[in-house]
């Protein structure tokens, strides 16, 4: 990889632990405790399950968490919710 490519992964990264840490103090209970990763991908917040069954409940939390996600970041127009092991590399 190049230099670039690699400042600005490396800058991604505060935001992305950032959202997560706001997510996790933000969602009830033991949903928090799922959450994987997230990164924003431009108007996209991209949220990152440790298994299928809790993307499903996180995705319905997610959906009653516009307004406040919306006051958060105003650039972020959707959310969605993808699955990946807690022992997989993060993207």
Known sequence: MSRPI???IAAGIPVQQSWAGWLRT???GELAGHVVSVVPKGAEL???????????RLRYALAAMG???AARDASIR??????????????
Do not use: E, G, N
């Not at 991209?46 to 499903?56: E, G, P």
């Not at 959707?78 to 993207?91: D, E, H, L, N």
């Open 26 to 28: 933000t969602l009830a």
């Open 78 to 91: 959707r959310t969605s919710v993808r699955v990946q092991p807690a022992s997989a590399p993060t993207p």
């Open 67 to 69: 307004p406040a996600i």
């Open 6 to 8: 690699l400042r600005r």
């Open 46 to 56: 991209v949220v990152f399950a440790d298994s299928a069954a809790w993307s499903v």
